[in-house]
Each structure stands twice: as C-alpha cells, then as structure tokens.
C-alpha cells in the first residue's frame, strides 16, 4: 500500500485519475481492494494541488458506476445461464426466487446506499442483475451513491492534508460495523422466513 501511494505521488496527474478509476472500477469485483484508502489519498492530493477535485470526483464515480454495473451484468448472466439453465442442486431455485422478489421489491433503495455498505457492494450488484432490476434506474442510482460516497472520501482526503492515513482506522472500524450491522438483519430475515415457514407447516 504504501509503495502504490508514493508511487501515485510521482505519476502524471492524468495517470492518477486512471489509478483513481481503476481501483474504484477492481473495488465492486474484487471487494478486499483498498479503493476507498486511494480515494481518500486522492483527496489529499487534491488539497496540495496535485490534481483537480472534480477529475478526481469524476474518475472516482466513474470507476466504482462502472464496476458495479459490470457485476450487475454479471448477476444477469448467471441468473439465465446457470440457476435457471444448468439448475445445479447445490442452488435451490426456490429460495433464490425468494431473494430475487424481496429485492425487485426493495432493491433501489439498497442500490442507493451500496457504496456506504462497505464489503456487501459486489452481493448488491450481483442480486440487482440476477433480479433484472431496471438498467437505467440501477445505473443512476448507483451513479449517485458512488458520486455522494465518493465526494465524502475526496473531501475528507483533503481536509486531512498529510494526516489523511488516520482515517484508514476509522474506515476499517465503519466497515467491520456495517459488515456486522448487515449479517445480523440478513440473519434475522432468513430467521423469520423459516419460522414463518414452520408456522405454516403446523397450520396445514
């Protein structure tokens, strides 16, 4: 990590755009990259006049919108080519239905909050494509959410200045509790559902 940024701090500031970009786009595929630390880099860089706010913010937006609709297509893909063509045993169509209708039901507003749900961003773009959610609704939504999540870590990269790596201790503390946050109410979800489930056995 640190060899990349002090490398970033000597590239062309059209070359750290296209870094900007292309750990934002990596981040929603593979989800352990440290897009939003080079980010928030960025944004120091930004506060000593290296490189330009809204090129940052555009890079940055561009690379995560991007990313997550590349997943999105991805989720399309597998949905047609092997849950409902190949229907391998170890996936129980049934309850994939059952997660793909909850989320038509309420999946833009989670694609909304994506990007402020840290380590969950590429599960929500894989359901918002296996659930064939509206494409151009999906690609707005999620422009938004990077664009807002993005201007906050620029901001915050520029308000630091030379101090910005103390918010790497903060970010992976936001990440763990939202990972918790989000593990808990899918388990309680999944919990209710069964014991849904069983009440109706009973009744019947």
């Known amino acids: ?24 786009f990596v981040e929603n595929l593979f989800p352990p990259a440290p897009s939003d ?3 928030v880099f960025g944004g120091s860089l930004v506060g000593v006049g290296v490189i330009h706010p809204v090129a940052a913010v555009l890079s940055s937006t561009a690379g995560s919108t991007l990313g997550f609709m590349t997943m999105y297509q991805v989720g399309v893909w597998f949905d047609r080519e092997v849950v409902h063509r190949r229907r ?6 049934k309850s994939i239905q059952k997660v793909e209708q ?11 909050a994506n990007r402020f749900l ?15 959610l509206r494409l151009l609704d999906t690609t ?11 201007s906050i870590l620029l901001y915050t990269g520029y308000l630091l200045g030379h101090n910005w790596k103390h918010i790497g201790f903060y970010l992976h503390t936001y990440s763990q509790i939202v990972t918790i946050f989000v593990t808990v ?3 309680a979800i999944i919990g209710h559902y069964l014991f849904i489930q069983r009440r109706r056995k009973k009744t019947s």
């Open 102 to 112: 909850w989320f038509q039901k309420h999946g833009m507003w989670i694609i909304v």
């Open 118 to 132: 840290a380590g969950t961003r590429a599960v929500v773009s894989l359901f918002a494509g296996m659930s064939r």
């Open 185 to 187: 109410v899918v388990l």
């Open 1 to 24: 990590m640190e060899t990349l940024l002090q490398f970033m701090q000597s590239l062309d500031p059209s070359l750290i755009y296209a870094i900007l970009f292309l750990m934002a």
């Open 140 to 150: 707005l939504l999620s422009l938004v959410s990077a664009l807002v999540w993005n």
């Open 88 to 93: 391998p045993k170890y996936l129980p169509e």
């Open 37 to 39: 630390m080079i980010i």
